[in-house]
């Protein structure tokens, strides 16, 4: 019996381990709070990751370990890479945990990067204001998600403002400026990685957010097959840089049919929880595949998938519920504001149908502005 340990205990260890009961696997989480939603699932060790004892409880009957969050302590996942194997490595989760890390690893391996300067004091936020330009964008280098730990900079009469809600954070987890793009649009890549090196992606996927949380996600994006082979071209070249095993998104802005790296996620990814019925195997499946070392499953898509995601307080099932194609998640956490609650996959084998069920989804549930940008794209 393989125990795969799993860092964090949110929804994504919950949906990786409902992918992983078929294949006979058992969990156990680790999570700082008891509240974690994986936990009603597998077993869970709850305390501060930097805790050696709760670290050791977690370890102990575990074969294999890979992370529902990426901001683990290093020093964490480099202990436990030392008791078995862990997935990804501690070098790709640092790499992928500082933003300018990873951005100058973007511009390394050629991947277009908006403009970037990192910012360790307010005469570098000035310096760096001069040569960025405006608009632009202050951003903590490390344990920001979410649109959250950024400061929108509009004109250079902002930065005084920036510097007072970011500023004490440079010394800590260190400040980046990157140039505004005023993108048409947010494309993402979810890929896999073997062990042995095999690489797959999952149909290129167009992401609206709002707020800086994601909103809807729309697969296969409708975008030209140059541009979806340079996405794809630029996901392949980080997990080779990076010896990936797992599955990691590389976000991407398009601007003028350009693409633009924002982030790589090292884990399963907000913009593929549609595979789980939009594909013939999901990206969580595929994660626990790759870590184990198992030959990797098909990621060709089943029909069009649309993923809507619920903020702060599930809606209804019911409209969702009634939709021949419609599938629902609910991540048994308690409502909270801005808190990722859930989620409903709409699947259908054409987009006007996808369109039509969106459509009724929307009315049902009152969420026409949430639809709308997806069934506009849908034409
Ligand atoms: P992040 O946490 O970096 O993924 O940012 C969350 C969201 O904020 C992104 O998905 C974009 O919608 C927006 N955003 C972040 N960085 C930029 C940027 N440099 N230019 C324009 N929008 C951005």
């Known amino acids: 019996m393989t125990t795969v340990g799993i860092l964090g205990g949110g929804q994504l260890a919950r949906m990786l381990a409902l992918a992983g009961a078929p294949l006979g696997l058992r969990f156990k989480v680790m999570d700082t709070s008891a509240e974690a939603c994986a936990g009603q699932f597998a077993p869970m060790v709850v305390g501060d990751y930097r805790d050696d004892a709760a670290l050791a409880e977690f370890a102990s009957s575990v074969d294999v370990a890979t992370f529902d969050f990426e901001n683990v302590p290093a020093e964490s996942a480099q202990w436990l890479a030392e008791r078995f194997p862990v997935f990804p490595s501690p070098r790709a989760l640092a790499v992928a945990q500082d933003r300018l890390a990873e951005k100058t690893l973007f511009r390394e391996l050629g991947i277009p990067v908006p403009d970037f300067a990192p910012i360790d004091t307010r005469e570098d936020l000035d310096a760096a204001l ?31 403002a920036a510097w007072a809600a970011l500023g004490e954070q440079a010394a800590t987890v260190g400040l980046i400026l990157e140039g505004f793009v005023a993108f048409d649009r947010e494309l993402s890549v979810v890929a896999v990685r073997g062990r042995d090196g095999e690489f797959r992606t999952w149909p290129l996927t167009e992401n609206w957010h709002v707020d800086g949380v994601l909103s809807a996600s729309l697969a296969p994006a409708v975008a030209d097959d140059v541009l979806t082979a340079t996405a794809f071209d630029y996901a392949r070249a980080l997990a080779e840089a990076l010896d990936y095993v797992g599955v990691f998104a590389l976000e991407l802005f398009c601007r003028d049919g350009e693409l633009l790296a924002n982030e790589l996620a090292p884990r399963v990814h907000n913009s593929g929880h549609w595979s789980i019925e939009g594909s013939e195997t999901s990206q969580f499946q595929n994660h626990l595949r790759a870590v184990l070392g198992l ?75 949430q639809v709308a940008p997806v069934i506009a794209r849908l034409g």
């Not at 960025?132 to 902002?158: E, H, M, N, W």
């Not at 599930?314 to 859930?342: C, F, N």
């Not at 409903?344 to 996808?354: F, M, N, S, W």
């Open 130 to 160: 001069a040569r960025v330009g405006v608009p632009c964008i202050l951003k903590t280098r490390r344990l920001g998600y979410d649109g959250k730990g950024q400061f929108r900079i509009r004109s250079l009469a902002d930065a005084d």
């Open 295 to 369: 030959p990797l499953g098909d990621t060709r898509m089943v029909g069009h998938a649309c993923m809507l995601n619920w903020i702060g307080a599930m809606p209804d099932a019911g409209p969702v519920l009634a939709e021949p194609g419609g599938h629902w998640h609910d991540y048994g956490k308690s409502p909270r504001e801005g808190r990722k609650v859930g989620h409903a996959t709409l699947r259908a084998d054409g987009v006007a149908d996808l369109g039509h069920a969106l459509e009724r989804v929307g009315r049902a549930l009152g969420r026409e502005a």
